[in-house]
């Protein structure tokens, strides 16, 4: 009963949020968001939009409180004050599940492949978000529940093939490269059909070639009208293929520029990027000396 | 790469995305297929002809054994869901096995219902009460459930010593109708067939569960299988809506076969419902493996043939 007076609940805050408020016509909106736990405060009154189709890239230091982030979007974390708004529906007064049915998809920064799954069942499960087939009618084999898992089959046979893994479809997770392990639990995001992508540090752990091909990707996705946050440790390939830049430190937003605004502000790059501007004129990081 | 690269139409492009059949799809579905096909297929004919077959050769004491192992094969079927499949560590499957024999028995022996008829109130009683345990319990985690799950079996086993006008306390329900229609086989006959077909029919129930989009579901929250609630939940799993349903789904599995055995046995005690009932059907879910379904036989198969081999007492025994 409990569910269903929450789902009750979820569809009137939904539908409050449609027509109750008006709203400036943002995708994402954050609105004055913070989060502590205990006497930390992880994440400090922060104000974000990020429009329909842009790649967002939230860097920082570490304990910036930029995964806290995601999963405040994503309803894993509760707020203690403030707004969540995607698409004119509030997010933080419904639970995590309903926000990716919403077509908000979070991959993690560890993947989390089932183990027990192959490739392909891994990336149908991303297909579970718009299914219904309940207990009884895939028990029994209805009509309906064939009908869908020939369908989820085929749409995760289609996300794979669109990474580019098709071939290793029925192979465990454990016979993947760490690379591949990634682009799985990409396509199983995928396979949810999302409209906005929370990625965790999507090219950690991975080559320069590997990242060079991720990003490829995320172009791809975000021509196909996908919005993409993305958390990430690695500045300068973030900066190379964001349309937009949030600097986080100590939970509170310092920066939300274009690239090349950051790219030009020494005082950001030396404080946060970890390199200097060159009397050329040019970007130059420390780890590159 | 350039530095930016806005998108000034969003979605215009959104045919890059859209949705395209793979050439391997039917090379991957015909792999999959024969997977199943060959391990389970040939499993599946060889226990159907033994379990067909065995009345033909087997005496009573054999047939017994079988018995045995058929109704300890659908409860730990339905740990099996519970635990292997989704991940929660429950040790209260005595319970359900009881309150499913129990309540076939009252209900034919103190309100005249037909066998069949109480039968399925009984798996719809169990499964209720089961439903409200596991919207309460399920919100605990890992191995506090296992710890409260078994404490039900005690307050199971008080409630029905103290219950006497409802359950017979110590004494138990005797008397009670078999499901066998009168005079077409013999009832022992009747109710080994009745039950296979019954476990298989769960079996073929739960196959079809384990490899579909609720099966899939159920992993997602499994820890030992590399998944967890978080994942779950950005994937779209209502967590607690699965978890309550394959809880009461395992107990109405545990009640088919509680009322299976109250009505071939034909008297009822609560000692066989203790927690050692519940231990070792959690035993045989271990020993037979939790991937599938098909452990539930193999572990019940094991345990009962070792429990024989040492001298055990058999649940039909009493």
Redesign the interface.
Known sequence: M??YLNWAKDILISARGQGGEARDGSFLELKNVSVSFGRLTAVDQVNLVIR????AAIIGPNGAGKTTMLKLI???LPLSQGEIWFKQRRLDKI???HI??LGV??V?QDI??????SI??NV??????W?D???LS????LPH?KA??KE????A??K???VGL??K??AP?ANLSWSEQKISGLA?A?A?EPDLLLLDEPYGGLMTSEIEKL?QLL?????????ILMVEQRTDEA?????QVIILDSGAKVADA???EI?SNEHLIATYLGGRITEGGKLHYAASE | MPASRAVEQPGKNMKILKHTPVPILGQVKKTIELRRTKVEHLIMALVVVLFLTMPLFAGPYPLAIMMDIGFYAIVTMGLILLMGQAGQLSLGQAVFFGLGAYSSAILTTQHHLAPWLALMLAAIITGSIAAGIGRAVLRLRGIIVSGVTLVLNLIFFYLVLSLVDLTGGANGIINIPSLSPVGVIPDSLFDYYFLWIVAFLLLAFSLNLVNSRTGRALRTMNILAGGGEETAQVLGVNVMKYKVQVFTLSAVYASIAGSIYAHHIGCIEPEIFGAHLSLLVAIMAIVGGMASPWGAFLGAGLLTGLTELLGGVRVGSG
Do not use: W, Y
């Open positions: 409990r569910d329909q189709g842009d790649i994503s309803g894993l639970s995590p599940h990716a049915s998809t979070q993690f989390q492949l089932f183990s027990n799954m392909l069942e149908m499960v991303g297909c579970h978000v299914t087939a309940g207990f895939t028990g029994l084999k529940a869908e898992e989820i089959m085929e749409r046979m289609s794979l093939s669109l098709e071939q479809a029925l997770p199983r995928l949810a990003s172009l791809k996705l975000q021509q196909g009208g996908i919005t900066l190379e293929i964001a349309n274009a690239p090349s790219q």
